[in-house]
């Protein structure tokens, strides 16, 4: 599926907690519908104006019959501010769908699935288990938070059950959601948060031999795969983020 820009229209905007913004917006009648996984290069900016690269963010939700497109994003820097300001009726340039995500189908026959984030990691996988729902398979779904919860309502009607951690103990168990995975119990993990996490999700998965895909981040330019800025070294070479990825074999991605 071949990327592409076009300008969409802000349909609403919503804060979750004082970082966290849920942002929706109206795709054009015509292009491709993005699956889970993918990304978006996003920019409410001129291109004379910084930052100078475009932001990428994944895709939350899509409502197919409407054709709109759902972001959950973080506030971290100068661009996801600016796009923390846009309000209904404002415009932005989305170019994607980007990367090859997760292919909820096949992931769907390895039996039960574990689908475990972390913090904003969650964003990717609201899509994500809507699919594997629809697909046949409710996943089980295991996140991880600082202190402060959210967007979690969402999953529900897609999910079989959702566990809780927090660093804080303030919702849920007390400590990493790495303590609530027992991969022996899945057919497959999938995986998307801190590095951190996903490393260890993905050590524990070869340990009980579980296959294990993890969604990775990594600092990006053009997110075509035409620059190979986001390069990262695999067992198999060289490969980049935006395009071979952001969804890998967690064994292929990770020293364990
Ligand atoms: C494929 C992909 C999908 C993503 N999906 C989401 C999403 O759904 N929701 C969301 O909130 N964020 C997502 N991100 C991260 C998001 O792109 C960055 O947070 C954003 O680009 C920061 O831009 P900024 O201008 O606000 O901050 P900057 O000023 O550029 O950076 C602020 C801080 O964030 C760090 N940072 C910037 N970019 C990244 C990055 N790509 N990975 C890790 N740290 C970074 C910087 O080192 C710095 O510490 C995704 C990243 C990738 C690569």
């Known amino acids: 599926m071949s990327a592409t820009s076009c300008n969409v229209r802000v349909l609403r905007q919503k804060a979750l907690a004082p970082d966290i913004r849920r942002?929706?917006?109206a795709l054009p009648q015509e292009g491709?519908?993005?699956?889970?996984?993918q990304f978006y290069m996003l920019r409410a900016?001129?291109?004379?104006?910084?930052?100078?690269l475009s932001r990428p963010i994944s895709v939350h939700d899509v409502d197919e019959q409407?054709?709109?497109?759902?972001?959950l994003y973080q506030i971290k820097g100068e661009g996801t501010q600016k796009l923390a300001h846009l309000a209904w009726g404002q415009t932005l340039t989305l170019t994607g769908p980007c990367g090859n995500g997760f292919d909820a189908a096949a992931a769907a026959k390895a039996g039960k699935v574990a689908v475990v984030g972390g913090g904003i990691g969650t964003a990717p996988l609201l899509l994500l288990c809507k699919e594997l729902s629809a697909a046949g398979c409710r996943p089980d779904l295991m996140v991880g938070f600082r202190d402060k919860v959210y967007g979690l309502e969402a999953f529900e009607p897609y999910c079989a059950k959702i566990d809780i951690a927090t660093?804080?103990?303030a919702v849920g168990h007390h400590g990493l959601v790495t303590d609530l995975l027992d991969p022996a119990a899945y057919g497959l993990v999938l995986t998307c948060g801190p590095g951190v996490m996903m490393r260890g999700v993905a050590k524990l998965?070869?340990?009980a031999g579980t296959p294990c895909l993890a969604s990775l981040e990594n600092k990006m330019a053009c997110g075509l795969g035409a620059c190979l800025g986001c390069t990262?070294?695999?067992?198999?070479?060289p490969k980049t983020v935006c395009k071979d990825g952001p969804v890998f074999p967690a064994e292929e991605v990770f020293e364990l």
């Open 45 to 52: 900016w001129a291109a004379s104006e910084s930052p100078l």
């Open 232 to 237: 990262c070294h695999t067992k198999v070479g």
């Open 66 to 71: 409407e054709r709109t497109l759902t972001f």
């Open 167 to 169: 660093d804080t103990g």
């Open 32 to 37: 491709p519908m993005p699956h889970a996984g």
């Open 205 to 207: 998965c070869q340990a």
């Open 23 to 25: 942002l929706t917006v």
